[in-house]
């Protein structure tokens, strides 16, 4: 397994996507450098440069949304023109930064992380772009929150586009709820479906530790989403993997 996404050491070792932010499965590093360099840096908003340059100094930066995988995001929510959305694991807020500049003015996005110490050090970057406004923090565990909002009726079928970049052993929880917060035609979008390319591993693969322990949770929704009647899906290998669900009953 050559490639390493949100952990450090494989990236070390094996001397690939040296910079922050740069995740990809390409097999090639000169072809990745290539697609950011000529289509993703030069159109990348000041203000997500430059949290993505803060981001690069923080020890956890490994988390971060990749700036081409932000890029896609922001297209992506243009095309569908959601004005709705919910975001769930937020870190420095560099996916939230890219989905609060594609929202229109009134646009909402019900953000939540266990962690506002991270949210906060993205937040003056958001605040100066303008766009904090459409930005609903809420800090603690998502479960919660989720199965609050299922107990209110008028929540249902409510939100245009959800992004799941959090804790992966929960993301068939989240899937559960979710898809009935989701409005018929929406989408969800489930980040690090290929985790580092740990899906098509041998079993006696030398993976980090933390890749190890998520992977059967990774698997198994993977497995979930492609039998699940109620959406249509396609599997991107952008970043780490994203898992593109439109809900259709
Ligand atoms: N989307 C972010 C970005 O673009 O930088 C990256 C998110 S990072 C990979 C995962 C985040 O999920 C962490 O900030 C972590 O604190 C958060 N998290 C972990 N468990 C959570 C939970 N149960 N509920 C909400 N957030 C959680
Ligand atoms: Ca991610």
Not at 7 to 13: T, V, W
Not at 72 to 86: D, P, V
Not at 134 to 159: C, N, Y
Request: hydrophobic fraction near 40%; include cysteine; charge should be negative.
């Amino acid at each position: 397994m050559a490639t390493k996404q949100e952990g450090g050491e494989q990236q070390k070792q094996d001397g690939r996507h040296q910079e922050v932010g740069h995740k990809s499965l390409l097999q090639s590093d000169a072809l990745y450098q290539y697609i950011l360099e000529t289509s993703v840096y030069p159109r990348e908003p000041p203000c997500m440069k430059e949290l993505r340059d803060i981001t690069a100094k923080h020890p956890w930066n490994i988390m971060t949304t990749s700036a081409d995988e932000g890029q896609f995001l922001n297209m992506l929510l243009k095309l569908i023109n959601a004005k709705n959305t919910m975001e769930i694991g937020v870190y420095t807020g560099y996916s939230l930064l890219a989905t609060a500049l594609a929202l229109p003015e009134d646009g909402k996005i019900l953000a939540m992380d266990i962690n506002r110490e991270n949210y906060e050090l993205g937040l003056p970057v958001i605040q100066k772009a303008g766009v904090a406004h459409k930005i609903d923090f809420r800090e603690g565990p998502a479960l919660p929150v989720l199965d609050q909002m299922l107990e209110d009726k008028t929540t249902h079928g409510s939100f245009d586009f959800i992004f799941v970049d959090a804790d992966k052993d929960n993301y068939l929880n989240y899937h559960k709820r979710l898809i009935d917060l989701v409005k018929v035609g929406g989408l969800i979008g489930y980040d690090n479906t290929l985790w580092s390319g740990s899906v098509v591993a041998p079993p006696d693969a030398p993976l980090r530790k933390y890749v190890r322990y998520y992977l059967d949770f990774v698997l198994e929704l993977n497995k979930a989403l492609a039998a699940d009647p109620r959406i249509e899906i396609c599997q991107l290998p952008i970043g780490d993997g994203v898992t593109l669900c439109r809900r259709i009953s």
